[in-house]
């Protein structure tokens, strides 16, 4: 029992009157004192309660009171007992013929209830409470709002639009009356419910991509549920402003525990509070770090991380040292927060370098070295020292309980934040992904593949064939789209698998397949990765391959075209002897054409260049694609690096357009000889490096042919 002890006997002597009298009691004597028990923290034994519901539902038809209704939920729910099914299918039938006449506090009542108990009304109930309480919305206080809407995030329920405009307004109108953990729960809720509607989008891609005809499903019904049902999607995040500027002042009076959930939630939803807020939220941890979770510490540095808050060293320093008091504590989850704020702060520090040294004005390859150099200098600013080796550490002991998205994310951004970790740890972790294989989805096979290129690690034989194995299943194939073979393709060549023979011709047959839908940049990963991988198709094959891309050239842009311009570059598609049909450069040139007014002078070069590469000069009808290629290049040589110049230069010169040539010729000489010799000599070291690849993957392949 929870009240004081010099009370107990007088609460039973009033429980045992109270058993007495219940015969003759109406629904309101019996929310009341069920409402005292609650309000007393006072929990009868299981006997007399469940005398109490059966008397209470015996008189759910026979005039209980809306006040009545939610008296009574409220106190199941604060003393945490679970009415049985029967007993919630009365109440449900009973109080919703009422609904229309419960006050705010009513329904705000019996919906936080519901979500304590975690019992999920009907949907005929539903529509009716979303009714009632949209008209009563704007009665509805502070505490009503954040309990209402935490109910719907917590027994994810599908609001409609109506009352979700209701109730962010109604937030606006009580901006200045929400608590610390009215806003959290408030936010939290509203993060969760978009946090639920990206993962089911996820579910269903992953379902799309598994079961083609669920692709020619999502299709035919049109837009998606939002448009048809009236549920809520998403919506203007403009009504946060207001809460956002009337909490700031108070932020010091915020818990660490509210803090860091009010970045998360933020996060989340994606919506930019301005810097000021960020910092303030940052000084309110620093002062209480000493409170801060392991939880708590991973949400609030991936919340600032992802708000683009880069704090001072200064400022994050009590945190990073409570950080790592706490992080033996942490779950998989908040190692994958971690983890992602590494990243994230990086790709912060990296950006304030570029935009630090374009100030300068400096031309764009000594930009771009200098950005470097500066970004190198600030990287391992978040975790560093003990407390990077600590979580290291905590993640390869706990390795094992990731499940597969978590493993693979985990992987993800430690590759984004340029950490490449140690020889047992990255044999751990290989070993872990083996492990779940059969659970991994498409787009997991991808991180693991780019995680596995960033590491530069070279995996065990047997790793490598189960891997693959697993990504190249007839099963899982078939389900696949073009865009995610040709990165599959791609992955395998930058993590060095070398695919066998057979299961490289499943994924260029399952390529070319009408549902595939291979688009123009699925078709230029397609031809960068069979370069990489040093595999040139049957003519068959090729020749399915340039018809079906000159169909989907009618709808490629400029960055589509663009691609593939860079991709008809690369000197190991002429090495094996890939080349475009003439029909298909007909079609391409035509797409150029379409394209032309927006390209820019870049896109122009690279566009020039693939024309040369390929040796498909334009003629008859796009004889003038050429002068307006150049035209185009010769307004930005300034930004235009100098071997795309070069590759445009050459292609001009090669097809014989000396007039059209001249004004590219004009690029500033401003290279040192020295610089332009090492130049020349890293890209012939590089070429040679290429071409031992593209030796050694097409002697394994062959190897494997009959």
Known sequence: ???????????????????????????????????????????????WLNRFLARAQALHQQGTSPQGFANTLWALASLGVQPCRQWLDSFFTASQAQLHSFQAQELSSIMWALATLARRPSSSWQCSYFAASTAKMGTCTAQGVSNQLWAVA????????????????????????????????????????VGKQQQQQHLTK?????????????????????????????WDLHWLRPLLAAAEPKLGQYSAHCIANLLWSLAVL???????FLHSCCKSL???????????????????SKLGCLPAPQQLASLLQQLQAVLPDSRPQQLVYLAAAMALFNQQQQRIAVEAVQQQQLPMEAAAEAATTEVGAAEGTVLSGVCFEQYMSVCMQQMHQFHPGQLCQLGRW????????????????????????????????????????????????????????????????????????????????????????????????????????????????????????????????????????????????????????????????????????KLWGVAYHAAVAAVLPVLTPRQAAAVLAGLGAVHRQPVQQHAQLLPGLTAIVSRGLQDIPLQDVVGAWWTL??????????????????????????????????????????????????QQQP
């Open 414 to 581: 430690l590759a984004a934040a340029n950490i490449t970790p140690t020889a047992e740890w990255a044999d751990t972790y290989l070993m872990c992904v083996a492990q779940q294989l059969q659970n991994l989805s498409p787009s997991h096979h991808l991180m693991v593949l780019r995680t596995l290129a960033v590491w530069q690690i070279e995996p065990h034989e047997g790793w490598s064939a189960m891997f693959l194995a697993a990504a190249t299943a007839e099963q899982a194939v078939v389900g696949y789209s073009a865009e995610h073979i040709a990165s599959l393709l791609q992955g395998f060549a930058a993590a060095r698998l070398v695919p066998q023979l057979e299961q490289l011709q499943l994924l260029l047959q399952r390529f070319v397949t009408p549902c595939a839908e291979a688009s123009t940049a699925a078709v230029a990963i397609l031809l960068q990765g069979l370069c990489s991988l040093g595999f040139r198709p049957p003519e068959h094959w090729l020749q399915r391959l340039w018809q079906h891309g000159e169909q989907t050239l009618v709808a490629a842009d400029a960055a589509a075209i663009t691609s593939l311009a860079i991709a008809l570059q690369t000197p190991e598609l002429g090495q094996l002897q890939i080349r475009p049909s």
């Open 154 to 193: 917590k027994l994810g329920l599908a609001a409609p639009k109506p009352w979700m405009a209701a109730m962010t307004y109604a937030c606006q109108l009580r901006a200045r009356e929400f608590t610390p953990i009215w806003l959290v729960n408030l936010l939290w809720a509203a993060a969760t419910l």
């Open 270 to 276: 994606e919506h930019q509070p301005t810097m000021q």
């Open 1 to 47: 029992m929870l009240v004081a002890a010099s009370c107990s006997s007088t609460i039973e002597q009033l429980q045992q009157l109270a058993l007495q009298q219940l015969p003759q009691m109406q629904s309101r004597h019996i929310s009341n004192i069920l409402w005292a028990c609650a309000s007393l923290r006072y929990k009868p034994q299981q006997p």
């Open 653 to 702: 010169i090669e097809f014989g357009f000396w007039a059209e040539a001249v004004p590219l010729n004009r690029v500033p000489a401003s290279v040192p000889e020295e610089e332009e010799q090492e130049q020349q000599q890293e890209e012939e070291e590089q070429q040679t490096q290429r071409k031992h690849l593209v030796e050694r993957q097409s002697y394994q392949l062959q």
């Open 206 to 234: 992953l379902k799309c991509e598994q079961q083609p005809s669920a692709v020619e499903n999502v299709k035919a019904a049109g837009t998606s549920s939002s448009g048809n049902d009236g549920s809520s999607n998403s």
């Open 286 to 304: 620093s002062t209480q770090s000493d409170k801060v979770t392991a939880a708590g510490a991973a949400s609030a540095l991936w919340g600032l």
